[in-house]
């Protein structure tokens, strides 16, 4: 990744959207490493990050992708439970947003299937994989984290998105 600037917004894969309020240099070893300082958005903390870091990348500059792929037709999932919270926790873990938007639309049509149900593993990954999205979402059209949340939200549920 190149040079990231402050007041950048950055997506962390493990952490979601955060953004850039300062850059650190380090040595260590005999070697300068710059850090970026960032704020993330969903649960307000900051960390630092290695700009080399292969874990961030700029935010979308456009989410139309999380908003099609919320509202394609949900793939399903396996019955067992280990199985379907590994298959969720990899899409959620690998930061690419349209993996993510496709695990959370997935695992809400399981709970609302007529054989599904929430796991307590199941509505965490759900909850973190919502959070990043609407973060990014936020990030993306310039919006609150309220409004983004709300936009997601009727994206996966089939109430819509009003853009």
Request: charged share 25%.
């Amino acid at each position: 990744m190149s040079s990231i600037d402050v007041g950048a917004a950055i997506f962390h894969r493990a952490r979601g959207v955060g953004k850039v309020v300062d850059v650190e240099t380090r040595r260590w070893e005999r070697k300068d490493t710059r850090y970026l300082v960032v704020e993330m958005t969903a649960l307000s903390y900051t960390i630092r990050i290695p700009e080399t870091s292969p874990y961030i990348r700029p935010v979308l500059s456009e989410p139309d992708i999380i908003f099609a792929t919320l509202q394609e037709q949900a793939e399903s999932l396996p019955d067992n439970y280990k199985s379907r919270q590994a298959k969720i926790r990899d899409a959620v873990n690998s930061g690419e947003p349209m993996r993510i938007a496709a695990a959370a639309r997935d695992l809400w049509a399981y709970s609302e299937s007529e054989g599904g149900s929430w796991t307590a593993g199941g509505e965490r990954l759900y909850a973190q994989a919502m959070r990043m999205l609407a973060a990014e979402v936020a990030a993306s059209k310039g919006c609150d984290l309220n409004e983004a949340t709300d936009l997601v939200t009727r994206a996966v549920n089939g109430t819509g998105v009003s853009s």
